[in-house]
Every structure is written in structure tokens, then in C-alpha cells.
């Protein structure tokens, strides 16, 4: 009936899952690694300066403007003071 016990053959999901695991070493390696390139540490000095000129407390007026508010079209009067 059977010629003895079935043999698995496993090596191909084994080669792809070997494939998967360096791939992702790689991928890892390439993003977290240390940059290669030519750019190099800036070592000159950089000096920034902030001026603001704020208004003067004179240049407010001390008081409100006054306002006045015109009919409407049809002649009601509206928020008169």
C-alpha cells in the first residue's frame, strides 16, 4: 500500500522565507544605518536676530471713534444711538 512515510518538501518555503528575512535586514540596515554621503557637520556659527518694533502707547487713541449708523433702504432706523 504505501511505500513507507510521505517526505515533506519544505525547501522552497523555507528559501523564500529566508529571502523575506534578508530582504527586511537589509531594508532595516539601509533606513536606520548611518548616512553615507558627502555631506559633513556644519562647524560655522550662525546668529540670528529678532527685532520687533512694538507701537507706542501714544499712538492708540484714548478714546473710541464715534459711530454712526445710516437708515436702512426702506427707511427704518436701525441701531440709532
Do not use: C
Not at 43 to 60: E, G, H, L, W
Amino acid at each position: 500500500m504505501s511505500d513507507g512515510p510521505r517526505e515533506r518538501h519544505d525547501g522552497g518555503l523555507y528559501f523564500i522565507l529566508g529571502a523575506i528575512v534578508v530582504a527586511l535586514g537589509v531594508l532595516i540596515w539601509m533606513v536606520m544605518g548611518e548616512p553615507t554621503g558627502t555631506a559633513s557637520p556644519d562647524t560655522s556659527s550662525v546668529s540670528i536676530t529678532n527685532q520687533v518694533d512694538a507701537p507706542s502707547n501714544d499712538a492708540a487713541p484714548e478714546e473710541p471713534a464715534e459711530v454712526t449708523v445710516a437708515p436702512s433702504a426702506d427707511g427704518a432706523k436701525t441701531n440709532e444711538n
